[in-house]
Nanobody
Framework: QVQLVESGGGLVQAGGSLRLACAAS????????MGWYRQAPGKQRELVST???????NYADSVKGRFTISRDNAKNTVYLQMTSLKPEDTAVYYC????????????????????WGQGTQVTVSS
């Protein structure tokens, strides 16, 4: 069983900063890309940022220059440092990971699969 658990959301004033973290745990062989998505009320879920296993990063235009994604492979954790936050950044932020899970015996490796966290609320007040 694989789980992704996010932390670090909260309420912040415009111009402030927050750091999100997402830890993957369970029977994992290796992790490919990890990333952050967000969904604001009444809107579709959108990509915020992704990072590959080789630390190649990608950002939505709306967050470039303000958000920084990073990962700690030893801890199976991805981070999102958010600065200069704006009210339009308000959303539920979801962590995602594409990874190779281990099979039931722990000795075999299954096909890669996408996993999602439960989401963490980020609210930016004006």
């Amino acid at each position: 069983q694989v789980q992704l658990v996010e932390s670090g959301g909260g309420l912040v004033q415009a111009g402030g900063s927050l750091r999100l973290a997402c830890a993957a745990s369970g029977s994992i062989f290796s992790i490919n890309a990890m990333g952050w998505y967000r969904q604001a009320p009444g809107k579709q879920r959108e990509l915020v940022s992704t990072i590959t296993s080789h630390n190649s990063t990608n950002y939505a235009d709306s967050v470039k220059g303000r958000f920084t994604i990073s990962r700690d492979n030893a801890k199976n954790t991805v981070y999102l440092q958010m600065t200069s936050l704006k009210p339009e950044d308000t959303a539920v932020y979801y962590c995602a990971a594409n990874l190779f899970p281990r099979g039931a015996t722990g000795r075999d490796v299954l096909s890669p699969h996408d996993y999602w966290g439960q989401g963490t609320q980020v609210t930016v007040s004006s």
